[in-house]
């Protein structure tokens, strides 16, 4: 099934550099949910995240012309996603809070704190380990997809993956790192 994906976003992007620029609209529908989970999980925030996830595509939209099919146009977006939200985070823009409106109760208060005491641990771990929780995790992927993305090897992001867990486990028992 992924040689399907893969074969489908090359004739897709083929199409889109002889001229047919509507397609590009495929690409975006197929992609769009997952960058911006990406990009959310970078920012905690949803203006931010959209605006973040916008970008992406009209780089690659700009770029289409560049792009060389070298495995999955999925990991190019990913890679993209993640210089943009570094780009981001140098920038150091303010974060809009969302304003709740609606009581909270102690249930979901207690959820509230547990995950943002788990947010608050995965910024303590160097990037490199975050990256590679959050494309793990959050986004399903393979330890192949991964290194590719963080170009490195699959051994090297398995041995980054083992060393984020365990400090993670570290923090969440005493709150240090």
Known sequence: MTEVIIVNDARIISQIKAG???????????????I?????R??????????????????????????KHYGKFENYLYVIAKNKCKDFWKKKQ?????????????????????????????TKLPEVEFEV???RYYHDLKFKDIAKIMESSVS??????????????????????
């Open 94 to 122: 303010p974060i809009y809070l969302e304003s709740l409106d609606k009581e909270i109760s102690n249930q979901e208060l207690s959820d509230i704190e547990n995950k943002m005491f788990i947010k608050e641990a995965l």
């Open 36 to 40: 911006y989970c990406y990009c959310y």
């Open 42 to 67: 970078h920012v905690d925030n949803k203006m931010t995240a959209q605006d973040l996830t916008q970008d992406v595509f009209v780089t690659v939209i700009k770029n289409i012309g560049n792009y």
């Open 133 to 135: 929780i959050i494309l």
């Open 156 to 177: 090297v992001t398995k041995y980054r993956m083992s060393r984020a867990l365990k400090k993670l486990e570290l923090y969440l028992e005493g709150g240090k790192l």
């Open 20 to 34: 047919k620029k509507e397609l590009f609209d495929t690409l975006i529908k197929k992609y769009y949910d997952s």
